[in-house]
């Protein structure tokens, strides 16, 4: 009787402990969902920095090149 008694205290106690590490691994991986969500977000804010920056070149550009078509920028070449 006392063998079982000590054997089922060893199940209760592997029970346990690998309840612990579900919990643990539980909160380790919703940790490392909102840390990705953060980081997914940050980057994509700074992606959209960058298409912006893009955008801005592209508007520059398409005015440069309408004032050279509309003759605004006169030729400026030195005599070397």
Request: hydrophobic fraction near 35%; aromatic fraction near 6%.
């Amino acid at each position: 009787m006392k063998n079982l008694e000590k054997r089922d205290k060893v199940v209760v106690v592997g029970l346990i402990l690998i309840l612990i590490f579900i919990i643990i691994n539980i909160c380790s991986t919703l940790y490392t969902m909102s840390d990705y969500e953060q980081r997914k977000e940050s980057g994509n804010d700074r992606w959209k920095q960058v298409e912006n920056r893009i955008l801005q070149t592209e508007e520059k550009v398409n005015k440069l090149e309408e004032e050279l078509i509309n003759g605004s920028i006169k030729s400026n070449r030195t005599a070397y």
